[in-house]
T-cell receptor, first 114, second 118 residues
Framework: AQSVTQLGSHVSVSEGALVLLRCNYS??????LFWYVQYPNQGLQLLLK??????LVKGINGFEAEFKKSETSFHLTKPSAHMSDAAEYFC????????????FGKGTTLSVSS | GAVVSQHPSRVICKSGTSVKIECRSL??????MFWYRQFPKQSLMLMAT?????????EQGVEKDKFLINHASLTLSTLTVTSAHPEDSSFYIC??????????????FGSGTRLTVV
């Protein structure tokens, strides 16, 4: 079975500061891992995904995440936060099998102050 | 990239009526689609998995007679909330499995439907 734990339901940073959103996963099989962003009353937009290729994954809008098997982590980072990054972020895991549903973490709200 | 169109984006209906939500894959064929429900400030809860041409698989605790899912074609899945009640008010989001150029699968989401039952 797969599960995801997002540490910190709310993260606040200043504009220009490093963004770090934490995600730990549990999976009985090699996982696919995803980060999505959600703005109010909108669907989810894919930021990046890990599919067992390179462990450092670069995504859109300057985000990246590193898959660390030894730590069962897939933390999301961005070197410099923008005001437009304020949103809800979800980490999700899928068994390495197409057709299985994504399992989501509880989400982390990112606030960016000027 | 893959696009999933979900309609309507907002709907208000009277208690006891039924509402249909459509989810279309615009530029790819979606053999498998998923329906999620999201409560305010919470994560997405999987309701059911929809496979084209077969019956949907519902998660434990989801009433299949209340939330009717039809996946009649490779580009369209529908969720019908029957005899809606105020407690069915929520944000519903669909998702479809897609494939990238490296033959890795992924998930594209619709923009969601805000259902309010009055």
């Amino acid at each position: 079975a797969q599960s995801v734990t997002q540490l910190g339901s709310h993260v606040s940073v200043s504009e220009g500061a490093l963004v770090l959103l934490r995600c730990n996963y549990s999976s009985s099989v090699p996982p696919y891992l995803f980060w999505y962003v959600q703005y109010p009353n909108q669907g989810l937009q894919l930021l990046l995904k890990y599919t067992s290729a390179a462990t450092l994954v670069k995504g859109i809008n300057g985000f990246e995440a590193e898959f660390k098997k030894s730590e069962t982590s897939f933390h999301l980072t961005k070197p410099s936060a923008h005001m437009s990054d304020a949103a809800e972020y979800f980490c999700a895991v899928s068994a390495n099998q197409a057709g299985t549903a994504l399992i989501f973490g509880k989400g982390t709200t990112l606030s960016v102050s000027s | 990239g893959a696009v999933v169109s979900q309609h309507p984006s907002r709907v208000i209906c009277k208690s006891g009526t039924s509402v249909k939500i459509e989810c279309r894959s615009l530029d790819f064929q979606a053999t498998t689609m998923f329906w999620y429900r999201q409560f305010p400030k919470q994560s997405l809860m999987l309701m059911a998995t929809s496979n084209e041409g077969s019956k949907a698989t519902y998660e434990q605790g989801v009433e299949k007679d209340k939330f009717l899912i039809n996946h009649a074609s490779l580009t369209l899945s529908t969720l019908t909330v029957t005899s809606a009640h105020p407690e069915d008010s929520s944000f519903y989001i669909c998702s479809a499995v897609d494939w990238d150029r490296e033959f890795n699968y992924g998930y594209t989401f619709g923009s969601g439907t805000r259902l309010t039952v009055v």
